[in-house]
């Protein structure tokens, strides 16, 4: 049977500092796995790649890398649009802002909109913290704690 590039798992990279967060989508689950990078360029952002790789089973997938702010130092994953699809959400530490990268549901992530913090924030975490039914986003910054509330109604 043939591959429909569509049903292709998909890894997408987010840097972070000497690390590679792996975050891999195949049709049924997310996987995500950490290796440690070499720097290979002087500035700290992600270059946009799009290449074929294989799994251990010969099956191709597809890799895509985004381009992040300066210093990305945390990532977490979430449905923060409350769409069914997982998005990326990057602590950019030496922009002093977040950056929320959206599922488009094809593999695929619109460029990241950024939302700036009033201090470098180093942490996030999403979960519902006012019992709205909707995701809020939890940011760690060097002197507080901010949170950012969704509504996706």
């Known amino acids: 049977m043939a591959n429909n590039e569509s049903n292709l798992p998909t890894i997408t990279n987010i840097t972070a500092g000497l690390l590679v967060i792996m975050v891999i989508v195949v049709p ?53 649009n409350n769409d069914d699809k997982f998005d990326i959400v990057v602590a950019n530490f030496d922009s002093a802002n977040i950056g929320i990268f959206l599922n488009t549901g094809n593999d695929t992530f619109v460029n990241q909109t950024l939302y700036p913090m009033d201090y470098n924030p180093y942490a996030i975490a999403i979960n519902d913290v006012n019992d709205d039914h909707q995701l809020d986003i939890i940011v760690a910054h060097s002197h507080s704690v901010g949170i950012i509330y969704t509504d996706c109604h």
Request: proline residues 6%; positive net charge; without cysteine.
């Open 28 to 80: 049924t689950s997310i996987i995500l796995t950490k290796k440690t990078a070499k720097i290979t360029t002087t500035t700290p952002r992600v270059s946009i790649t799009d290449e074929i790789l294989t799994t251990k089973q010969g099956v191709p997938i597809k890799q895509m890398t985004y381009e992040t702010d300066q210093i990305p130092i945390w990532v977490a994953i979430n449905d923060v």
